[in-house]
């Protein structure tokens, strides 16, 4: 198949508004003022021959594995897995377990970091976890350490407990989101349309936790480079970076070929499309996790539920159409989808990758 730009990209998948706001930093959708925007076709054409596809991402699961989880894996389809953070003496040891039978830890699930945490202690312990992170990566045979540097904020999702006083900071629902940041700092202007001065206190919280993690990944940079491994910043259920302009900025601040973007497909569907996350971030993917997002059009927060992949709002052959225009092939890993066994997981990502 030929490489499609992003042009073309855009059209075949009738995302020209889309294009448009990736063009002017406006956000999808929304036609520039002084530009016509002629509306898409409701009834696209067919592709005449089924798609074909020259980036070969790779599959995986995440576990903290053992020889006999990697040997189901393995039967069931999968080439590698993303690990918890091991001892590295452990770490070794379970790298030649996966080397033996054809399997590879692509990368090590460290998560949650506390930079912008007013106890010192606190920061001072995240970071010392995602140091032994990087570490066990290294014994592992890793390129990557997944890093969500900190939270602001209520936490999201269904269930999630109530926030404490420290946490209910007021934010835009997710559609309300329009963000102006400064191209210098990374500090938000805006974060809506019109008045943002109920967001004054948002606004002052995701600066200073752009700050710190600033602070906190650049001294994790050495030790990176040391070990060979990337430190891959995901943003998850934090209240940060939520539009993908954003959080490129903040990835790509650091100027580092030691920190890259961990992008998780069902984190942003609320605040963006799928498509629109892997045409923006581009080269600074290091790793993708797979996971599905089922929007509630009937929820007043614009919130929606995990659900297992293929089952919620992600329009996969979309997706799937854009790795190829960022030549992505990098590892596809799925997150949860726990109650489905290994060999359904890989049909339906077999199907991802297929385009369908």
Request: charged content about 25%; proline content about 7%.
């Amino acid at each position: 198949m030929k490489q499609m730009s992003r042009r073309e990209f855009v059209a075949a998948s009738g995302m020209i508004g889309t294009s448009l706001a990736l063009d002017v930093g406006l956000s999808a959708g929304q036609a520039p003022v002084g530009r016509g925007l002629s509306a898409p076709s409701q009834t696209p054409e067919m592709p005449a021959a089924p798609l074909t596809f020259k980036t070969r991402p790779r599959k995986a699961l995440i576990a903290r594995p053992t020889e006999d989880e990697l040997k189901q894996m393995k039967a069931a389809g999968f080439e590698g897995v993303e690990a918890r953070v091991l001892p590295p003496g452990e770490a070794a040891t379970m790298r030649k377990v996966a080397e033996g039978l054809g399997m590879r830890v692509h990368s090590v699930l460290y998560g949650w970091a506390e930079f912008n945490s007013p106890d010192k202690s606190e920061v001072d312990r995240t970071f010392a976890e995602a140091q032994d992170a990087l570490r066990s990566a290294e014994a592992f045979g890793a390129d990557a350490v997944l890093l969500v540097p900190c939270r602001i904020g209520p936490r999201g999702g269904r269930g999630a407990a109530a926030p404490s006083p420290a946490e209910n900071i007021r934010m835009p629902r997710p559609w309300e989101f329009q963000i102006e940041f400064d191209d210098r700092t990374g500090h938000l202007k805006k974060v809506v349309y019109g008045d943002n001065a109920p967001y004054a206190d948002y606004i002052k919280a995701h600066n200073h936790a752009t700050d710190a993690s600033t602070e906190w990944v650049k001294r994790l940079i050495p030790l990176a480079e040391k070990t060979k491994v990337v430190i891959a910043l995901e943003n998850v259920s934090n209240n940060l970076w939520v539009k993908p302009a954003i959080f490129r900025h903040f990835v790509r601040s650091f100027q580092s070929p030691w920190v890259k973007a961990y992008y998780d497909i069902g984190n942003h569907v609320r605040f963006a499309p799928p498509e629109e996350w892997i045409l923006t971030l581009g080269d600074l993917l290091a790793k993708i996790h797979v996971k599905d997002y089922l929007l509630d059009p009937a929820d007043p927060r614009g919130m929606g539920t995990s659900v297992n992949i293929r089952e919620g709002s992600v329009r996969w052959p979309v997706l799937r159409q854009a790795l190829e225009v960022v030549n992505y092939n990098g590892w596809m890993t799925i997150e949860s989808n726990g109650s489905i066994p290994f060999e359904e997981r890989n049909r339906r990502l077999d199907l991802i990758l297929a385009g369908k």
